[in-house]
Antibody
């Protein structure tokens, strides 16, 4: 079955960077987009961007342009999301999610989700 | 950016009742709309995509309808496990994805 297992909780100081991993299993890793979505405490869902694990191509939400980098390692079937210049309002649970449809089809729905990684930014 | 407005913010119902949740888009998203369910401490779960298609394993009591700017998620008869927060999400203006603010369905 499809599984996405994320790295553990992180505590960072303002101005630092964080890198969250998402290890995939149970499907063709290069066949589906991986998205990153975050959720601040008590708030709604916010899409951050995606990576095409086949090509390495990325697209980021405008809000995160210049601060976020999404990468992947096909040998270990792992996606990564790095967020830099952290602020207190970046405190959130960060989720990776696999798209519903294969990369040949226009993506944009999130069928399988990781368990989430809490990133806390505090001085 | 397309803004999705969900209403009501909170819906108080009893088990067995029918739930009707609304999602309105600031401009047409055609049928490129999904619904998710999220319970406390859990990741969201895809319920409906392309406005009316149930995702794999989703019970038939969940149904979606609408197109353009107005969409509805209906839960025909609430089960105890259905009390949760529901989000709509559009992918019409790809690659820009947006979510609505959510509707909480609580036990009356």
């Amino acid at each position: 079955q499809v599984q996405l297992v994320q790295s553990g909780a992180e505590m960072k100081k303002p101005g630092a960077s964080v890198k969250v991993s998402c290890k995939a299993s149970g499907y063709s890793f290069t066949g589906y987009y991986i998205h990153w979505v975050r959720q601040a405490p008590g708030q709604g869902l916010e899409w951050m961007g995606w990576i095409n694990p086949n090509s390495g191509g990325t697209k980021y939400a405008q809000k995160f342009q210049g601060r976020v980098t999404m990468t992947r390692d096909t040998s270990t079937r792992t996606g990564y999301m790095e967020l830099s210049r952290l602020r207190s309002d970046d405190t959130a649970v960060y989720y990776c999610a696999r798209d519903l449809l294969p990369t040949e089809v226009t993506p944009g729905y999130f069928q399988h989700w990781g368990q989430g990684t809490l990133v806390t930014v505090s001085s | 950016e397309i803004v999705l407005t969900q209403s009501p913010a909170t819906l108080s119902l009893s088990p067995g009742e029918r739930a009707t949740l609304s999602c309105r888009a600031s401009q047409s998203v055609s049928s490129y709309l999904a619904w998710y369910q999220q319970k406390p401490g859990q990741a969201p779960r895809l319920l409906i995509y392309d406005a009316s298609n149930r995702a794999t394993g989703i019970p038939a009591r969940f149904s979606g309808s609408g197109s353009g700017t107005d969409f509805t998620l209906t839960i025909s008869s609430l089960e105890p496990e259905d009390f949760a927060v529901y989000y709509c999400q559009q992918r019409s203006i790809w690659p820009r994805v947006t979510f609505g603010g959510g509707t909480k369905v609580e036990i009356k």
